[in-house]
C-alpha cells in the first residue's frame, strides 16, 4: 500500500516557538492532502485540506494564520504551529488520498506528538 | 446536528469470538462508509470502505454491514485475536461531492487470549 511519512515523530517545543511538521507521500503523488487533530481519547478532527500549488482550506475554528499550511511539491505538505502554547498541545496526523476523486481511502501518517511547555 | 456515534465503552471479548462494531450516523446522507484501525500513538490504517449502494463487504476475517435506513454500519472481525485488539474508527462523507470523510471517536476492542 501506498506510505505516508511524518516528521518529526514526537517535539517538545517553549510557548511561543513555531513548530514545523512535514508530511510526505512516499511513493504516490498527492495533489490533496488533509491534517487533523487529535486529543486523547477524542476523534481525528478535520483542521484543513491542503492543495498543490494553491492556498489550503481551513476547517470552521481553525485559525490559519495560527497553522500555516504549505503545499510545494506533490508529495510533500508543511503545517506550522506558529506561536506555540500549552493548548495546542495535541497530536497531528496527516493523510493523503490516493488518487482522485472520490477517493477509495486515505493512507495516514504514523502521527506527530507536539508537546508545548 | 450532525453526529457519528461510536461506542465510547471498550469492547472485551475472548480469543477466536466474533467481535460487532457498531457505528451510527445521525443527518449524514453519506455516498461511503469507511473504516480504519487505530493502534496507540500511531496513524489511523484504511481497512474497508464501502459504498451507500451495497449492504455488505467482506476482506478476510473483517466483514462491514451498511444499512442507510438505520443509518447504521456494523464491523465484525470473526475469529478474532488479541493482536486485533485496537481502536477502530468509523468514518463517513458528507455526500454532497465532497468526499472528505468526517471520524466518529472510535472503540476500543480488547481480545483477551
Known amino acids: 500500500g501506498a506510505v505516508v511519512s511524518q516528521h518529526p515523530s514526537w517535539v517538545i517545543c517553549k510557548s511561543g516557538t513555531s513548530v514545523k511538521i512535514e508530511c510526505r507521500s512516499l511513493?504516490?503523488?498527492?495533489?490533496?492532502m488533509f491534517w487533523y487533530r487529535q486529543f486523547p481519547k477524542q476523534s481525528l478532527m478535520l483542521m484543513a485540506t491542503s492543495n498543490e500549488g494553491s492556498k489550503a482550506t481551513y476547517e470552521q475554528g481553525v485559525e490559519k494564520d495560527k497553522f500555516l499550511i504549505n503545499h510545494a511539491s506533490l508529495t510533500l505538505s508543511t503545517l506550522t504551529v506558529t506561536s506555540a502554547h500549552p493548548e495546542d498541545s495535541s497530536f497531528y496526523i496527516c493523510?493523503?488520498?490516493?488518487?482522485?476523486?472520490?477517493?477509495?481511502?486515505?493512507?495516514f501518517g504514523p502521527g506527530t506528538r507536539l508537546t508545548v511547555l | 446536528s450532525q453526529k457519528i456515534e461510536q461506542n465510547s465503552e471498550a469492547l472485551n471479548i475472548q480469543e477466536g469470538k466474533t467481535a460487532t462494531l457498531t457505528c451510527n450516523y445521525t443527518?449524514?446522507?453519506?455516498?461511503?462508509l469507511q473504516w480504519y484501525r487505530q493502534d496507540p500513538g500511531r496513524g489511523p490504517v484504511f481497512l474497508l470502505l464501502i459504498r451507500e449502494n451495497e449492504k455488505e463487504k467482506r476482506k478476510e476475517r473483517l466483514k462491514v454491514t451498511f444499512d442507510t435506513t438505520l443509518k447504521q454500519s456494523l464491523f465484525h472481525i470473526t475469529a478474532s485475536q488479541p493482536a486485533d485488539s485496537a481502536t477502530y474508527l468509523c468514518?463517513?462523507?458528507?455526500?454532497?461531492?465532497?468526499?472528505?470523510?468526517?471520524f466518529g471517536r472510535g472503540t476500543s476492542l480488547i481480545v483477551h487470549p
Open positions: 493523510s493523503a488520498p490516493q488518487g482522485k476523486v472520490p477517493y477509495n481511502e486515505q493512507f
Open positions: 443527518n449524514y446522507s453519506p455516498a461511503y
Open positions: 511513493d504516490f503523488q498527492a495533489t490533496t
Open positions: 468514518a463517513l462523507d458528507n455526500g454532497g461531492g465532497s468526499y472528505i470523510p468526517t
